[in-house]
T-cell receptor, first 112, second 113 residues
Framework: GNSVTQMEGPVTLSEEAFLTINCTYT??????LFWYVQYPGEGLQLLLK?????DKGSNKGFEATYRKETTSFHLEKGSVQVSDSAVYFC???????????FGPGTRLSVLP | EPEVTQTPSHQVTQMGQEVILRCVPI?????FYWYRQILGQKVEFLVS????????KSEIFDDQFSVERPDGSNFTLKIRSTKLEDSAMYFC???????????FGSGTRLTVV
């Protein structure tokens, strides 16, 4: 079945540092890939998505590129802020938008 | 931007009691889902619902759980006799026809005492 693996956290960075959170997946066919963010005490928010190979999703300074050759969808941000402190979930769905699977989540803490 | 609305945001209930978690999906969406997240753990699939019936469910979704779309707007998750281990954040999600992505609600935190 489909699965998503993320780097283990927690990740602690200083403000303005570069962020990478690794995500790799296992899936048949042509999945769509997502990053969701969960701020403390809140629900899941879609951060960005990519629906086909080589697509780049971007939002709020975050980017991730759908790499089919390495089955990866790493999340990056050039300069993190304290307000980016949250749990980040990589996720995928199959090419029919079904079988949505979340990774375990990576907690990011950004220190001032 | 359209939202999925969940109520209540937090519910405390005694063990053995029935709870109903409510969701209002996006109005033109056709597929509905419940997920849960035990504190500090991963987000887990519970059930999917389409055309007024369950299309898929996980092992977690046992006989204590049921879902219903009682009218044209609400989508509910009922837990018949809550257990301590049902304490979690429950997320509702919906999506439309074709691939437009899942939209998640902000969740209901259920605490069973």
């Amino acid at each position: 079945g489909n699965s998503v693996t993320q780097m283990e956290g927690p990740v602690t960075l200083s403000e303005e540092a570069f962020l990478t959170i690794n995500c790799t997946y296992t899936a048949t066919g042509y999945p769509s890939l997502f990053w969701y963010v969960q701020y403390p005490g809140e629900g899941l928010q879609l951060l960005l998505k990519a629906t086909k190979a080589d697509d780049k999703g971007s939002n709020k300074g975050f980017e991730a590129t759908y790499r089919k050759e390495t089955t990866s969808f790493h999340l990056e941000k050039g300069s993190v802020q304290v307000s980016d402190s949250a749990v980040y979930f990589c996720a995928l769905s199959d090419n029919y938008g079904q079988n949505f699977v979340f990774g375990p989540g990576t907690r990011l803490s950004v220190l001032p | 931007e359209p939202e999925v609305t969940q109520t209540p945001s937090h519910q405390v209930t005694q063990m053995g009691q029935e709870v109903i978690l409510r969701c209002v999906p996006i109005s033109n969406h056709l597929y509905f889902y419940w997920y849960r997240q035990i504190l500090g753990q991963k987000v887990e699939f519970l059930v999917s619902f389409y055309n007024n019936e369950i299309s898929e469910k996980s092992e977690i979704f046992d006989d204590q759980f049921s879902v219903e779309r009682p009218d044209g707007s609400n989508f509910t998750l009922k837990i018949r006799s809550t257990k301590l281990e049902d304490s979690a954040m429950y997320f509702c999600a919906s999506r439309g026809q074709g691939w437009v992505g899942y939209t998640f609600g902000s969740g209901t935190r259920l605490t069973v005492v």
